[in-house]
């Protein structure tokens, strides 16, 4: 009985020592992301978040700052992607929603100046650069397959419903306010692409 006892309480102890270990090796990776980010190097940042998740993830900060590292570096798939784990961690931090709503929103702005092309099968990619003038690109409504408007519209709606989770959280009446005219530019955005 005493061995099964002292078993188990190495178990245990071994359990919690690599709790610690791995809470440890998180922190150290987000010092080392954070150190990154501030240098403007997002890469190395997204690199290291990567590896913090990969020891624990379910710490909500390494999550969203992954999703921040991600929006930084504008890969607004992957940004939107660990958002929405990270909302699953935390679904009452305010400016998650305000930040998984820009990226949304850039998503369909790239798709429409013509940065990302979107794929039939729906998947977004970045556009062959065929315009050499620097000119901005618009594509015009008239000129999209439907599976391309659907994903400026999907995205478009979906960054108007998390400004609205934003501004539900929010106290601030002057923030409301700019968050209330941001939707209805993207609601008459929105509307120029519904057929």
Known sequence: MKKAFLLATVLFISVISTACINNFAVQELNNKAKAFMDKGDYTSAIERLKSSVDLDDTVFETQYNLAVA??????????????NVASNLNPDFADLYYSRAVCEE???????????TVEEDGCIVKADKKNDDNEDTVVKNSDLPDYVVKAIV???VAASDDYQIYADKIQDDSEKEEIKNKLEELNKLTESYVK
Do not use: C, M, P
Request: no cysteine.
């Open 70 to 83: 991600y929006t930084k570096a504008e890969e607004y798939q992957n940004a939107i992607k660990a958002y």
């Open 106 to 116: 850039n998503l369909a702005k790239d798709i429409i100046s013509g940065l990302l």
């Open 154 to 156: 999907d995205n478009l």
